[in-house]
Nanobody, 123 residues
Framework: QVQLVESGGGLVQAGGSLRLSCAVS???????MGWFRQAPGKEREMVAA????????YYADSAKGRFTISRDNAKNTVYLQMNSLKPEDTAIYYC?????????????????WGQGTQVTVSS
């Protein structure tokens, strides 16, 4: 069994920054990872993805230029650095892991999910 635990969410003013972390534990092997978010009344959407070794990344248009996904495999942790936050970034952010090693941008291909961390950006 694999567990994912997100942390780092909170309340921040518009223009501020947060860094989310996702710790992976359990039966660890190499996973590609992704960050998703879901705002109230909206569908879950992908924010960013990274391959298993950290050499390839993907960003949704809404995240390009502001968010950075990275990973530290020695610590079994994936990060999402979020800068220049906007009120529309307010959502629950989830990390997910997939046994696919390359970039995965569709939620259906992810095998494991965290419980989520709330990010609220005030105007």
């Amino acid at each position: 069994q694999v567990q994912l635990v997100e942390s780092g969410g909170g309340l921040v003013q518009a223009g501020g920054s947060l860094r989310l972390s996702c710790a992976v534990s359990g039966r660890y092997r190499s996973y590609a990872m992704g960050w998703f978010r879901q705002a109230p009344g909206k569908e879950r959407e992908m924010v960013a993805a990274i391959n298993w070794i950290g050499t390839s990344t993907y960003y949704a248009d809404s995240a390009k230029g502001r968010f950075t996904i990275s990973r530290d495999n020695a610590k079994n942790t994936v990060y999402l650095q979020m800068n220049s936050l906007k009120p529309e970034d307010t959502a629950i952010y989830y990390c997910a892991a997939t046994r696919v090693l390359g970039l995965v941008v569709t939620a259906e291909e992810y095998d494991y999910w965290g419980q989520g961390t709330q990010v609220t950006v005030s105007s």
